[in-house]
């Protein structure tokens, strides 16, 4: 039996290594996974470590997500190629739900142990692209960020407003509802898509935010100057932001932070 | 040959999951460990997903990890007891060293781009515990983490001054050292220490630096004011700090950071 599932895992495992065509009718299950369900899939993403030609023949797609997450490897175009089947698998297994969740269980565990001061004044950043939302449905046509970005392309998906929440993500948000906690969400999507991202986030969940903040259609600023004023504005205003959360360092970076900052996973894409 | 091969695999994982005491005669390889050595281990490091009670029972331990890596998790005491085995097999098996080589890489690529000034200022600062020298003959002793941290037992082992060096970090080390950026050793450690430090720096093949600055023995500072202050000072004293290395996100942290910052694994201990 022990056998038969082992060699099973392998045989998903050499597949997913050799598939580049991914079924992109994609359901991010809304429930919290289970242990047993995540299990299996763990062995698929065994990091491929192959012995081919260039540059990053062969680096370990393991060690390499690691690096993004962990802010060593910045500036980066795609995913390398060889790492298509590994995030693909990553994104689509439990792994990115286990990463997701564990960092979820942390913000809200924090957000538990605040006193607020009763002004209202508390706000919490929420970023919108793998954050708030999961593009997975888009990304899986161009190859988990292994191909290069279209940017006309990801506008009309984003235009669609069928963003599917990251569940974890919603949890944490609908919690800090509770607490009293008022979320400010703060995108570098521009202004031009406001009603699309608005009734995008209300229809998969979110609602009574205090602020919906997107960069101006024709601002030349990368992402993290603009966060990072947009933060000090609300700072300005007399706003605290005890927490802020996105999947890239350029949301997180720059005075002022936030009192604490939650980096969710995202081995996709980079923003600088 | 497949399924025998994966059958002793499973042994080996189950072996571990349920192994608490460890061999401690550990030898860091000097060698860049090849592909083909480190993939089996891989297969060790499956997360233990346990039903246990607790308040972590059901923490997959690998996203614990990332978390960790990440900044998510952060002023934790120790590592939670059902990970031993997990951190255990990282730390020993390749993959701490196949995740530090990848951060190596991409410190060395980014230092090669380097337009230097010709004025010899240009450093590069480097911590010295599990980024430097490996304290891992001592935390193999500590459940790698899982038992609470020993001061006076942690001190005794640094005065010894025979702690390994992290052979990535050395080799970053000596690549500077040939693009004529001079490296600036900043620890946390204190100035008592700075004798047993400096010799077991020499005798693994560190030389050659800047300065080596430890904490006064009497400074109530935790370790991130500490460097952020220190790296002022160098600022001050007209150095450009191009690069920074640590295992801590205490060692990156906090303005002047350095040009670029360079995050080494650690899933060991939790340093503020």
Redesign the interface.
């Known amino acids: 039996m022990?056998?038969a599932r082992?060699?099973l895992l392998?045989l998903l495992a050499s597949a997913a290594a050799s598939c580049s065509a991914w079924d992109i009718s994609i359901r991010v299950p809304t429930e919290r996974l289970e242990?047993e369900v995540?299990?299996p899939l763990?062995?698929a993403l065994?990091?491929l470590?192959?012995?081919g030609a260039g540059q990053l023949a062969?680096?370990?797609c393991?060690?390499?997500r690691?690096?993004v997450?962990?802010?060593?490897?910045?500036d980066w175009e795609t995913v390398p190629a060889k790492c298509e089947g590994y995030v693909g698998h990553y994104m689509l297994g439990g792994?990115y739900r286990?990463?997701s969740?564990?960092?979820v269980d942390?913000?809200v565990a924090y957000a538990e142990t605040l006193q607020l001061a009763g002004n209202g004044k508390e706000v919490w950043i929420f970023d919108v692209d793998e954050t708030t939302l999961s593009n997975l449905p888009y990304y899986a046509n161009y190859g988990f960020g292994a191909k290069p970005f279209n940017h006309t392309s990801f506008i009309n998906y984003a235009a669609e407003g069928t963003a599917p929440a990251l569940p974890e993500t919603l949890r944490l948000y609908q919690r800090l509802l509770e607490l009293g906690i008022k979320p400010v969400i703060l995108t570098g999507r521009r202004e031009y898509l406001r009603d699309a991202t608005e009734k995008n986030l209300r229809q998969q969940g979110y609602s009574m935010w205090e602020k919906l903040l997107l960069k101006p259609t024709s601002a030349l600023q990368a992402g993290a100057a603009f966060k990072s004023g947009e933060r000090q504005k609300l700072v300005d205003a007399g706003y605290a932001i005890v927490g802020n959360i996105g999947d890239q360092w350029s949301d997180i970076l720059g005075a002022p932070e936030g009192s604490?900052?939650?980096?969710l996973?995202d081995p996709m894409y980079y923003v600088s």
């Open positions: 022990a056998t082992l060699l392998l242990d995540v299990a763990i062995h065994r990091p470590l192959g012995s062969g680096l370990p393991d060690s390499w690691l690096g997450e962990a802010h060593n490897i910045i792994h286990r990463d969740a564990v960092v942390e913000a604490r900052t939650f980096k996973p």
